[in-house]
């Protein structure tokens, strides 16, 4: 399945249809950025978008066990959509998930 950023967030958060997904198989295309740290990947709304200290809220899917390199070129991401709290084996917390994510190339135009 296809999704989009605005199909899981809106200006106050997380939409509903999180829900809905959790546990589905989609794609969905953004930006690759990394935690302050290095220890976590996340697929984000905005090039080079940092979640934590934007002064304006970011979408973003932590992406846990991926391990791609930081870029502000789109790209596409597949895996499974999971939508509540959960610690990683890393300790990094998230509400908003793609497990198993795999880097997709981009449909032709």
């Not at 249809?17 to 709304?45: F, K, P």
């Not at 080079?48 to 973003?60: K, N, R, T």
């Not at 908003?96 to 981009?106: F, G, K, T, V, Y």
Request: with cysteine; hydrophobic share 35%; aromatic share 8%.
């Amino acid at each position: 399945m296809r999704l989009s950023f605005s199909d899981l967030f809106d200006e106050n958060g997380y939409r509903g249809g999180c829900g809905q997904w959790s546990g589905h198989e989609v794609e969905i295309s953004g930006y690759l950025n990394a935690t302050h740290d290095g220890a976590a990947r996340m697929l984000v709304s905005v090039p080079g978008a940092c979640p934590d200290c934007s002064p304006v809220p970011v979408a973003a899917i932590d992406l846990p066990g991926f391990e791609g390199e930081a870029s502000e070129e789109r790209v596409t991401m597949r895996g499974m959509l999971s939508y509540g709290f959960a610690v990683d084996e890393k300790g990094n917390a998230s509400f908003l998930r793609i497990e198993r994510a795999s880097l997709q190339p981009e449909p032709l135009a």
